[in-house]
């Protein structure tokens, strides 16, 4: 009922900067939060930012300043600005968003399929 599909990411180099984006659709009532988590080989998804319906964020600390989530209710799509990369942000990066749907209108978390995000030294 509900599909995330993300865009953007590929290989750039340290100090270089990548946009992703991920766009739900479907039977879409609502969506709360949306956010980006990361996951890299060999280790736990983490975190990487959310953001809510109301345009509040979060960030995990280690890309504080570097990194910029946003979304565009109207589209129902949540996008990651990503700049001055480093090695360690190489991952899968995966976006979610808590969404409910017409037929029963209870949220659920669902995932976009990743994208992979490479940083060369």
């Known amino acids: 009922q509900v599909q995330l599909v993300e865009s953007g990411g590929g290989l750039v180099q340290a100090g270089g900067s990548l946009s992703l984006s991920c766009a739900a659709s479907g039977t879409i009532f609502g969506i709360n939060d949306m956010g980006w988590y990361r996951q890299a080989p060999g280790k736990l998804r983490n975190l990487v930012a959310t953001v809510s319906s109301g345009g509040t964020t979060n960030y995990r600390d280690d890309v504080k300043g570097r990194v910029t989530i946003s979304r565009d209710n109207a589209k129902n799509t949540v996008y990651l600005q990503m700049n001055s990369l480093k090695p360690e942000d190489t991952a899968v990066y995966y976006c979610?968003?808590?969404?409910?749907?017409?037929?029963?209108?209870?949220?659920?978390?669902?995932w976009g399929q990743g994208t992979q995000v490479t940083v060369s030294s």
């Open positions: 979610y968003a808590e969404v409910a749907v017409y037929s029963d209108f209870r949220f659920r978390d669902y």
